[in-house]
Nanobody, 127 residues
Framework: QLQLVESGGGLVQPGGSLKLSCAASGISLNYVAIGWFRQAPGTEREGVSCISSSGGSTNYADSVKGRFTISRDNAKNTVYLQMNSLKPEDTAVYYC????????????????????WGQGTQVTVSS
């Protein structure tokens, strides 16, 4: 059974860093793209980043470009999201999800193209 588990969230001060992990079981991530999404209270889910199965192609939301980096270690069946220079507006529950193709969608807010969502990990940026 496919399962994704996010971890690495927490409370961090503005300007700080966190590294999120998305560990998969029940499926090899070698053949699928993975996306990171987030949802803050009272807001719609938004796309954050996506990485292709090979790791050779990535995309980011404009709001996180230059601050966040997505990567993957297929040997560990894990995808990461390194978040630097965090801002209070980055506060949200972060989720990872699987796309049943090797490539990322053209757009970033394409959560409907992903499935097998994890339970999420809370990121809070506050002083």
């Amino acid at each position: 059974q496919l399962q994704l588990v996010e971890s690495g969230g927490g409370l961090v001060q503005p300007g700080g860093s966190l590294k999120l992990s998305c560990a998969a079981s029940g499926i090899s991530l070698n053949y699928v793209a993975i996306g990171w999404f987030r949802q803050a209270p009272g807001t719609e889910r938004e796309g954050v980043s996506c990485i292709s199965s090979s790791g050779g192609s990535t995309n980011y939301a404009d709001s996180v470009k230059g601050r966040f980096t997505i990567s993957r270690d297929n040997a560990k069946n894990t995808v990461y999201l390194q978040m630097n220079s965090l801002k209070p507006e980055d506060t949200a529950v972060y989720y990872c999800a699987v796309r049943g193709l090797k490539t990322c969608p053209a757009g970033i807010n394409t959560g409907y193209l992903f499935g097998s969502w994890g339970q999420g990990t809370q990121v809070t940026v506050s002083s």
